[in-house]
């Protein structure tokens, strides 16, 4: 059972944007950076965002990522067909001294 | 260029002992903590521990500990994931993956191409 709660699934258009939440508490996303990750079917994880909203080298600018609270959130614009896939959020929980992850989300361009 | 090779896939019976491996090139690896990653078949990631190659410091998610060891060889950088007697229900997919703890974030910037473990009588 995951502290971090995500939709199962999101859906849009191409062209259009999609935003994915991620729910948590003040043991981990209250206090500390969040990143999201991209996986591609039958990939592995790729990291999208650090920091809360750093892009890695290579990461478009139609990915972005902002923190609020306890919950932070990630914005796909400009859809493309290539962007489905599932994708998590991650942090630090300071209660359980370990990394968690969200449950994860299935984008599906429509 | 930063690469996290993974071993094969293995496919064993309950209660047989496996470890499986992760060889970090294009970085200096005993300076990065390398984490292991669990897939369950059509389920999220769930992190289950992590080690800094440099002097094997390892720490373990609470729902691992326990149920496996985490160790790593500096001189060959490689991370090790091992089992002593193997379930069925550990049938997953597992990953390393590299951290980068900078400014207090911490996420994983590099992955394996992930092993998959089958465990069936």
């Known amino acids: ?110 | 260029e930063v690469q996290l090779v993974q071993s094969g896939a293995e496919v064993k019976k309950p209660g047989e002992s496996l470890k499986i491996s992760c060889e970090g090139s294009g970085y200096y690896f005993p300076g990065s903590w390398i984490a292991w990653v669990r897939q369950m078949p059509g389920k999220g990631l769930e992190w289950m521990g992590i080690i800094y190659p440099g002097d094997s410091d390892t720490r373990y998610s609470p729902s691992f500990q326990g149920q496996v060891t985490i160790s790593a060889d500096k001189s060959t950088n490689t991370a090790y994931l091992q089992w002593s007697s193997l379930k069925a229900s550990e049938t997953a997919l597992y990953y390393c993956a590299r951290l980068l703890w900078s400014n207090g974030g911490r996420s994983f910037d590099f992955w394996g191409q992930g092993t998959e473990v089958t465990v069936s009588s």
Not at chain 1, 85 to 107: E, I, M, P, Q, R
């Open chain 1, 1 to 110: 059972q995951s502290v971090l709660t995500q939709p199962p699934s999101v859906s849009a258009a191409p062209g259009q944007k999609v935003t994915i939440s991620c729910s948590g508490s003040s043991s981990n996303i209250g206090n500390n950076y969040v990143a999201w990750y991209q996986q591609l079917p039958g990939t592995a994880p790729k990291l999208l965002i650090y920091e809360n909203n750093r892009r890695p080298s290579g990461i478009p600018d139609r990915f972005s990522g902002s923190k609020s609270g306890t919950s932070a959130t990630l914005g796909i614009a400009g859809l493309q067909t290539g962007d489905e896939a599932d994708y998590y959020c991650g942090t630090w929980d300071n209660s359980l001294s370990a990394d968690v992850f969200g449950t994860g989300t299935k984008v599906t361009v429509l």
